[in-house]
């Protein structure tokens, strides 16, 4: 009792320790914001565009949160009224790119099954720690989708790790729906399947139900649209024949679109390939039925499929259906042969990358292996440097749909800058400043959070008695003395 | 008492073999005799096997290019730097000592640990080591040649622990390494877990001492005072009394876990309290020490050995709710003090040792002190300094073959030697 | 030809019938069947037993019927009663003590019950004896003893059983790690006591359940020879694997059931150990495992490429020698108990039927009292 109640008292210090850390490294970290339009410069040692070759001594233009100019000191001029990060000991890579996580929302799924009508907008928590740590692992973009456990999940958003509000976080909304292919807990396989199958029967029959009743002369769903509030105005208020690759109803041009009920509304989207979906993947048997359900609804072009470790297997299977992939975070998966009981080690980025599919990396955890940590296993495991780092960087951009935006150092991409005391790779570089769209953001010499892991070093006025047990000279001695006389 | 003579006497047959019965298994390096050699054969007998590595972490502070190992029955027979690479030869990036975790926990959970008394210093844990457990291999990959198993920490004190190559004979006693002997045991809330009060219910096996810290540290200043007394009292004999007197006499070490710094603190005064007692000073080791960048004083003035915790992403680990500094190693080496780094007996994957040791010189450890961590410090711990830790001539030929420069975390082990037996294969 | 044989067993049988097949009263019984499977492998076409008193008087091709005696014509083949080598029927309840970890005295013919449903059960199998043991749980669970089914029991000192690995033991009671239980199991060896010293004299044979890892029979192997215990070791799947080390230390094996997670062990396990010639036969486990499954685990072995007929020494004489009742039952051999199974077909083919059987020269099971009985 004693023992639970002295733990409780630890606990809760170090949720009082970590809120204050959390408040005051905000408040170090939000710096002032940048004006559009304003302008920003940053020198280096070297510059590392990713597209193309690294630039000694280059300097990187950012006016308006785009990068206007990239190149050597010698060639590219410094805007006279530009602030400026002169930084010749550090090294300039573009943002790593999160193409999946679940982090940063409050909690990542909501027990509805199917609930393709939320969005995680309404869950994420832009100060939650995740976010921060994602600037110090030097991540610049993140794509938060809602959790696996779910069959058709929320819209989610691809944001940057840094704002006070969901607002001035985004990158861009409606960034794709989340499904998943494994069973959610209660569910067996098949069931799971029946009710993903049966989610898109039902679109259908809402969608030709809407149009019996427009021929019919039946006005109900107008007045239901308009009972709710919703928007029939403008393009809202027309109609537009279903464009599919996958199933159509005919007619449905007769039907504004704001009359389409807003719990179906998200899945036409996915159907007439507005969106792209997520489809987690929790064993090799899964990505059948994923495969299956995108082209047979018509989205395979835009699907990514979100990858269990175990999912390696499925690799032809997915080759053939020639979708994205963004793996899981173990990178090695062992595998026992169950007849000779022989283990042997799969190094799963290999095998994706032998069959030539797509794939992004990501994270395991925020801090010590976060995206660098497993482009740096990459290079462990045999691959260039190039193909690592196009794993947290091109490639997810590419996945996201955000190609030349984020994931490269060049004119026209938004200003996000990592500056590294040296390779990002290795385990002794550290991200020392982060700039996002022009905007310092992260300055790791008043990160107290880090210094915290790296130092033990806890800030004034945050540490607690239960945390910190003082023993000064005096009771040390007399601790002892209790101790010699029993 | 008869009994206890039995017990006394089955320690002997049961446990670790004495020192001074050196019932060594593997075979001593015997002086190169002369083998009668065929007619046409070089000069020098052929090795069992070589290689060659473009760099060579000796382990002594010295960097060897291109350096030309040869191994012969276990053995490195020869180690020659600036040689070109012999046509057909193994050939490598780097090569170290092979790594020694001195907290890898390879027991077999709870059949590892006697609970019917806390104090069970004359157990042996070889006992219950399954050397078929996949975990050996996995580990043996990840470039781990030397392990020391000990019990589960539900006792007070666990018992004996056991070092082991990852792999070789798949039996205890012939794999047994036997240098200096460890006495395992624990603080912090993990020996009392188990244990409640009776309140009324059935007396079962749990409801007894200790329930708290403070019992747990009593259990074991009694378990001292106890052995020390029953030397001069042969009635009081008891299972173990003997081990306990060796462990004051320095001639076990006595390996302690504790997280938290308050854990540290009461391993320490309890050596303290030993000393001042007169009784003996013991040789401890402060395993899973997380906390011990907090009070490294009173580590310097007791001159403890720190084993650390593998490092996590948040700085939280293990059942106390400790908190890892990631400059621990750093600052502790800075002291003075000799640390060793575990990662727990991870896998492949991420949390390896070698990894462990990249995440140290994150934390500020040199590459030196982080290659001494996992392989010339912990050999010592074990007393096994003649043979492992080090690469040079006459050392078991323990390797890993690394693909890089060794714990960057864009190199790995791709090779692994456990006594000249090529355990993974680089090629 | 084939019918005829049929028609003559069948009036056989008939004509038998108001004698109640029985011996035991003192009038000799015979038995002519296709094909009579003596135990040591040697089959006798049309071969005839003779028994008396419940005792077998005359075996052979031509055995003389004395006159007077009915000769029981079968069309098909005989064997001796199969043995199960580990087996807790109706005492699963009785077979274990939880409270102590070393029951060295403990007398498992106490907890023989002939007439439980259980024990009955065995008869429609064919299993005639039985090694009734202590279920896994303690250091030392007793005596085992051997039974005839549904009848007496002619062994008390079968085995002295031992768990030497995780089986033995419990999380509240000493011991409950495996170094733990070493040391005591060390020290009642070292300094041995009753039935330990019987044991360590090599009087007392072992029943040494190592537990299921290769480890813990690798502890358990070295236990049998430290202390040059004979005997049998049980409870494993991994014993094929460690063939050599078991012929090396003397020991026999019981194999455990055939099932879906261990089967093909099993059956490799039973190739490998005829291979070194070790000496095994089979364990059953019954009521948690159907009496059909010996038997079955039997024929599973077959067709993993075992003999059929090591497979039926392994069911007959081979457990008879291991449980050290050779003398008394598992052959078809003068002097030796009447107990007798006639099958449809070859013993070990699961496609054949126990027809009848014969306990000590009773007859207490035929194949047409049972055709509406349960299936169990």
């Given at each position: 009792m004693i023992q639970q109640s002295t733990r409780l008292l630890q606990r809760i210090a170090q949720t009082h320790l970590a809120l204050t850390l959390g408040l005051l490294g905000c408040s170090f970290l939000l710096s002032a914001q940048a004006e559009a339009g304003e302008k920003y410069a940053v020198r280096a040692g070297i510059v590392h565009t990713l597209a193309g070759e690294a630039i000694p001594n280059g300097v990187i233009v950012i006016e308006g949160g785009r990068i206007t100019a990239v190149g050597s000191a010698d060639d590219v001029k410094i805007p006279w009224d530009a602030e400026v990060l002169d930084v010749p000991h550090l090294e300039a890579y573009p943002g790593f790119v999160e193409a999946h996580t679940s982090s940063g929302m409050d909690r990542p799924n909501e027990s509805v099954s199917v609930a393709p009508f939320l969005n995680v907008r309404d869950s994420i928590d832009p100060v939650a720690f995740y976010f921060e740590d994602c600037l110090r692992s030097g991540i610049t973009t993140v794509n938060v989708q809602q959790g696996n456990a779910c069959i058709i999940g929320a819209v989610g958003m691809v944001v940057k790790?840094?704002?006070?509000t969901v607002e001035e976080m985004l990158v861009r909304p409606r960034a794709g729906l989340k499904i998943s292919a494994a069973p959610k807990s209660g569910m067996s396989r098949a069931t799971q399947a029946q009710t993903l199958r049966g989610a898109f029967t039902g679109l259908r029959l809402h969608l030709e139900d809407l149009v019996q009743q427009k021929r019919n002369g039946n006005d109900f769903s107008r007045r239901e649209a308009l009972y709710q509030g919703r928007d029939l105005a403008g393009e809202r208020g027309k109609g537009r024949a279903m464009m599919s690759k996958g199933w159509t109803v005919e007619g449905l041009e007769l039907v504004p679109r704001g009359e389409v009920d807003e719990k179906q509304e998200p899945l036409l989207d996915l159907v007439e390939g507005r969106v792209p979906a997520w489809i987690y993947c929790g064993a090799p048997m899964d990505v059948r039925l994923a495969l299956e359900i995108a082209s047979d609804n018509g989205f395979l072009e835009r699907t990514v499929l979100v990858l269990d470790d175990s999912c390696w297997k499925a690799a032809d299977l997915i080759a053939e259906a020639g979708v994205s992939v963004v793996l899981d975070s173990t990178l090695v998966r062992t595998e026992m042969d169950p007849k000779t009981e022989e283990e042997e080690e799969v190094f799963i980025p290999g095998v994706f990358k032998d069959k030539g599919i797509p794939f992004a990396l990501s994270s395991r955890n925020s801090t010590t292996e976060s995206l660098w940590f497993q482009a740096a296993m990459c290079v462990a495991h045999g691959f260039t440097r190039a193909e690592a780092l196009a794993a947290v960087t091109a490639t997810p951009a590419n996945i996201l749909g955000l190609e030349g935006e984020v994931g490269c150092l060049c004119p026209g991409a938004a200003g996000n800058v990592l500056l590294t005391s040296g390779d990002p790779l290795s385990v002794t570089s550290f991200v020392e400043y982060v700039v996002i769209d022009g905007n310092l953001?992260?300055?790791?010499?008043?990160?107290i959070r880090t210094q915290h892991l790296l130092e033990g070093v806890v800030p004034e006025g945050t540490e607690s008695h239960a945390e910190e047990p003082e023993v000064e000279e005096d009771t040390r001695k007399k601790a002892g003395d209790e101790g010699g006389s029993r | 008492m008869i009994w206890t003579s039995f017990l006394h006497a089955v320690c002997l047959t049961l446990c670790a073999p004495p020192l001074q019965d050196a019932v060594v298994v593997e075979q001593p390096q015997e002086p190169e005799a002369p083998k009668a050699q065929p007619a046409v054969v070089p000069v020098v007998p052929a090795a069992d096997l070589r290689l060659h590595a473009e760099r060579v972490y000796t382990g002594t502070g010295e960097i060897l290019k291109n350096a030309l190992i040869e191994v012969r029955d276990g053995k490195i027979s020869s180690l020659r730097p600036g040689r070109s690479a012999p046509e057909g030869v193994l050939q490598v990036k780097a090569v170290t000592a092979g790594m020694i975790d001195l907290s890898a926990r390879l027991h077999s959970n709870f059949n590892s640990v006697e609970q019917s008394t806390e104090v069970q210093p004359h157990l042996d844990v070889a006992g219950s080591v399954d050397l078929h457990d996949k975990r050996f291999a996995r580990l043996a990959r990840t470039g781990v040649t030397t392990i020391l198993v000990n019990p589960l920490d539900r006792n007070v004190i666990g018992g004996r622990g056991v070092a082991l190559k990852t792999h070789g004979p798949m039996e205890v006693e012939a794999r047994r390494l036997n240098g200096r002997p460890i006495l395992r045991g624990a603080i912090g809330s993990e020996p009392s877990a188990a244990n409640h009060a009776a309140f009324g219910r059935p007396t079962d096996f749990y409801s007894r001492r200790p329930t708290t810290r403070m019992g747990v540290e009593w259990e074991w200043r009694k378990a001292f005072f106890d052995a020390v007394a029953a030397k001069r009292l042969p009635e009081k004999d008891f299972p173990g009394a003997e081990d306990l007197r060796e462990a004051l006499a320095g001639k076990r070490t006595v390996m302690i876990q504790a997280w938290t710094t308050q854990d540290i603190r009461t391993a320490v005064y309890l050596d303290e309290e030993m000393q001042r007692e007169g009784f003996g000073d013991l040789d401890l080791v402060i395993d899973a020490g997380a906390e011990a960048w907090k009070e490294p004083g009173i580590l310097v003035r007791n001159s403890t050995i720190v084993v650390l915790p593998p490092h996590t992403a948040g700085g939280r680990v293990g059942s106390d709710g400790a908190f890892l500094a990631w400059n621990t190693a750093s600052l502790l080496v800075g002291e003075g003090l000799t640390v060793c780094l575990s990662a727990h007996g991870a896998g492949p994957g991420s949390a390896t040792l070698g990894h462990q040791a990249g995440f140290a010189m994150r934390g500020g450890l040199s590459f030196d002190q982080a290659l001494a961590a996992v392989t010339s410090a912990p050999a010592s711990v074990l007393g096994l300094s003649e043979r492992l830790g080090t690469v040079h001539e006459?050392?078991?030929?323990?390797l890993a073959l690394w693909n890089g420069r060794p714990f960057a975390a864009t190199s790995r082990v791709t090779g692994v030697l456990i006594d000249g037996v090529i355990v993974v294969d680089p090629r | 030809m084939h019918t005829n044989a049929l028609l003559l067993a069948s009036l056989a049988f008939v004509a038998s019938a108001p004698t109640s097949a029985s011996s035991s009263e003192g009038d000799a019984l015979a038995i002519r069947a296709e094909k009579l499977h003596v135990g040591d492998g040697t089959v006798i076409e049309n071969g005839i037993v003779v028994f008396e008193a419940g005792v077998i008087t005359e075996v052979g091709k031509g055995a003389p019927v004395p006159k007077g005696v009915v000769l029981i014509e079968h069309a098909g083949h005989l064997s001796a009663g199969l043995i199960a080598l580990r087996e807790h029927a109706g005492a699963v309840g009785e077979s274990n003590d939880s409270t102590r970890a070393v029951m060295d005295e403990a007398d498992l013919s106490y907890a023989y019950r002939p007439n439980h449903s259980e024990v009955q059960g065995l008869l429609a199998e064919g299993i005639t004896t039985f090694v009734l043991a202590p279920r896994p749980g303690s250091l030392v669970g007793g005596l085992c003893a051997v039974a005839k089914t549904g009848s007496e029991v002619i062994s008390r000192r079968a085995y002295l059983s031992i768990c030497t690995g995780a089986n033995g033991l419990t999380s509240n009671r000493f011991p409950t790690s495996l170094q733990g239980s070493q040391a005591e199991l060390e020290r009642r060896f070292s300094w041995p006591q009753g039935v330990f010293a019987t044991a360590v004299k090599g009087e007392l044979p072992v029943m040494l359940d190592g537990g299921s890892s290769r480890t813990e029979v690798q502890h358990a192997i070295a236990f049998a020879r430290r202390h040059g215990l004979k005997g049998i070791l049980v409870g494993s799947t991994r014993l094929g694997e460690m063939a050599a080390k078991i012929r090396a230390a003397g020991l026999g094996v019981a194999l455990s059931s055939y099932s879906p997670s261990t089967g093909r062990r099993v059956v490799e396990g039973a190739v490998a150990l005829a291979e070194m010639q070790v000496p095994f036969g089979f364990a059953l486990g019954s009521p948690n495992n159907h009496p059909a499954n010996l038997r079955l685990t039997a024929a599973a072995c077959i067709r993993g490429g075992l003999k059929s007929g090591e497979a039926l020494k392994a069911l007959t004489s081979t457990a008879a020698r291991l449980a050290g009742v050779g003398d008394k039952v598992?052959?078809?051999?003068?002097?030796?108990?009447?107990d007798m199974v006639l099958w449809s077909g070859e013993p070990t083919d699961p496609g054949s039927r126990v027809m009848a059987v014969y306990v000590d020269g009773d007859e207490v099971f035929r194949a047409e009292d049972d055709e509406n009985g349960d299936d169990k």
């Open positions: 790790p840094h704002g006070m953001v992260y300055d790791r010499s008043v990160d | 006459g050392m078991d030929a323990d | 598992g052959s078809i051999q003068v002097g030796l108990a009447a």
